[in-house]
């Protein structure tokens, strides 16, 4: 059964942001290529001509505007796309982030089945204020009494519903589909050379721990003679003073890139020595198991999240210790066959559990569910 099916709440696609515009944009594209049709949501201003956009890759773009605002992007955009997709013929809308789900009502009067991907527990973001807090929290509240079905992307955060609402909810991870790189524009750009530089990569926001990171390598640095760069790939609209404190904590061997896609990104994947994921917040991060389908060694954060995902195919630190992850980068940097046998293993590990085939399989089956209810 052909399914016409809506994706609202992230930036739009081509993605240009986060895991969530890369997730519309790979689920978009090969549910149209099983013959699906699919509508993505993105945002503009209200400046700007809002309504159809040329398609891409055979998915239907729609954008919505919003005023870009720390607290008022999300929610304002949630209005604005939810209202206008009530004049769209689908079958299924899938709703991402439990943040846009106090607007979810407006849904209902579509009368179609509600899908919504609650990601991780982003009240817990440090960037949140006590109403940017209270408005995630009424987001899961909302999300588990509206959806016709919520999808969590972890085990962990599933039995945090479970344990807090009282819910089942979907458990689907994000997918990986690695494209290597040689060495190329993007390395010679940013001076770099393949297999000597380590890698970060995440949005730059305090819980993300850039600043951690960046303050381990230092002590990396005083302990012993490291020919080889750390290169942080993020930036954040909404963070100018903690991108700050980075800089100042930085040295000119720290190298900020900024956000980098496509072919760029996976160029600096899949040239680095090691990866280091730090984040706090979350579920399922999608660099992370993106690093480790390209045989990269992997440190992570101890959250239970990030342990679930990498099992025993990586390193980790307890959580926010970062003299343990100095010295764990002091052993790794001196010892080279250790890593390429953790890359080996991230790679079988996450190629095994998390490819979008799979991931795209199960979202199907799902939406036909529902759909044929």
Known sequence: MALRVAL????????????????????????????????????????????????????RRRVTPTIFHKYLETPLHALTSFLDVLSQRVDAVLVCNAANSPLAPILLLKRVPILINVDGIERNRAKWNSFGKVWYRLGEWCSVRLATRVVSDADVIAQYYQETYGIDSTVIPYGVHPTRRAPGETLAKFKLEAKKYLLYVSRLEPENNALGVIQAYRKLRERIPVDMPLVIVGDAPYATEYKEQLRAAADDQVIFTGFQFGEAYQELQSNCYLYVQATEVGGTHPALIESMSYGNCVIVNGTPENIEVVGDAGESFAKNDFDQLAEILARLVRAPEIVERYGKAAKAHVMERYSWDSVVAKYETLLSKLVSR
């Not at 739009?12 to 549910?31: D, H, K, M, N, V």
């Open 8 to 59: 609202l709440g992230t930036r739009g696609i081509p993605a240009r942001y986060g895991g969530f515009e890369t997730f519309a944009e790979q689920l978009s594209q090969r549910l149209v290529a099983r013959g699906h049709e699919v509508l993505v949501y993105g945002r503009c201003s209200f400046r700007e001509k809002w309504g159809e956009k040329e398609p891409l890759d055979g998915v």
